[in-house]
C-alpha cells in the first residue's frame, strides 16, 4: 500500500470509530435520564418561592394559636428578632396572653416588591370578643433559607398597608 492509501484508510477508520468514543465520553448520546433530570429542575423558582412562604407563614400562624415563641420567633428573619422580642408577648403582640387565635387562614400568595406576600385572614379573641384582621406577611429568601421579613395590616380593598413590624399586629 502507498502512503495516500494508508493516510485514508486511517483517516476512515478514525471517522468511523469518533461517534463510538464521543458517546463513550458522555458526548453526543450518553444517558437520557441524567439529560432529562438536567433540563427540569425539582421545582420551578416561582413554586418553590410560593411553597416556602406558605409553609413559613403557617408555622408562624400555628405558634401563634399554640402560643409557642420560640417556634414563631423561628420563623422571621434575623433583622426582625429584636423587635419580636420586645414586643411578642407585650399588651398587643401577636403572642400576648390575653389574645386567643381560634382561627387563622391564608386567603392569598403573590410576588410583591421585596419578596413573596401571603395574605392572611386572622380571628383574634379577646375576652368576649372576636375580630377578624386582615394580615399581610412578607416572605423572602435570606441566604438558602426563607423567612418572614415584615407583617402588616391590611384593609379594605384598594387600602394600601402600613408595615408597623411583627409584633404589634392583632390588636391593632
Request: hydrophobic share 40%.
Amino acid at each position: 500500500m502507498r502512503a495516500t492509501h494508508r493516510r485514508l484508510a486511517a483517516t476512515a477508520a478514525g471517522l468511523l470509530l469518533l461517534p463510538v468514543a464521543l458517546v463513550g465520553c458522555g458526548i453526543g448520546g450518553g444517558n437520557e435520564d441524567e439529560e432529562k433530570s438536567a433540563a427540569k429542575p425539582a421545582q420551578a423558582p416561582a413554586e418553590e418561592a410560593a411553597t416556602r412562604s406558605r409553609e413559613r407563614v403557617q408555622a408562624y400562624l400555628d405558634a401563634m394559636a399554640a402560643k409557642d415563641v420560640a417556634a414563631g420567633r423561628s420563623q422571621l428573619c434575623a433583622l426582625l428578632h429584636d423587635g419580636f422580642d420586645l414586643g411578642a408577648t407585650g399588651p398587643n403582640g401577636d403572642f400576648a396572653d390575653h389574645f386567643q387565635v381560634p382561627e387563622a387562614a391564608i386567603t392569598d400568595i403573590r410576588s410583591g416588591p421585596r419578596g413573596q406576600e401571603v395574605s392572611v385572614s386572622v380571628s383574634v379573641t379577646a375576652g368576649k370578643r372576636t375580630v377578624i384582621r386582615p394580615l399581610v406577611f412578607t416572605v423572602t429568601r435570606d441566604g438558602s433559607d426563607w423567612c418572614i421579613a415584615g407583617e402588616a395590616p391590611t384593609g379594605p380593598p384598594g387600602a394600601k398597608a402600613t408595615p408597623t413590624g411583627v409584633a404589634p399586629t392583632p390588636a391593632s
